[in-house]
């Protein structure tokens, strides 16, 4: 049997809000769209005829669905991460994602939605996993202290400067 491998599509669910979060994300995120909004065409489990099902949208290619549905409760067992090349990539996607949310430590935030965010610099894992502990271990000293990244910090404790 050959089975044939498809994109995987991350699902997201919602109690009512499946919609304004799409609509959210995709005006963070540049190269996003919403591609398709369903209605329920009847009352179902608490939602209204009419009211919106699913929203199928993608960020940058990768393909989402939104679904309001049962309520469930999103968490840090999973998130989302985004590799940013600069400070400025770290302040935007840091300021729009936390707006209305919750900042943590370590680059972690949650969003308004609840739904769970990692902003990093994408040199981070490089300097993480640096042969030379040493430069590894100022690296992690420097971030644990953080909330939202600092990419000069960060780049100042690898290099040996101020550590």
Known sequence: MQISAKKLTTCLCFDTQAEEAANFYVLVFKNSRISRVSHYPQDVQGKKAGSVMMVEFDINGQPFTALNGPQYKFSEAVSF???????????????????????????????????????????????????????????????????KFDLGQLTRAYEGENA
């Open 81 to 147: 991460q985004v590799a940013c090349e600069s400070q400025e990539e770290i302040d935007y996607f840091w300021g729009r994602l936390s707006e209305g949310g919750q900042e943590g430590p370590c680059g972690w935030l949650k969003d308004k939605f609840g739904l769970s965010w990692q902003v990093f610099p994408a040199a981070l894992p490089k300097m993480l996993m640096d042969a030379d502990k040493t430069r590894s271990a100022r690296v992690m000293g420097a971030f644990m202290k953080m909330k």
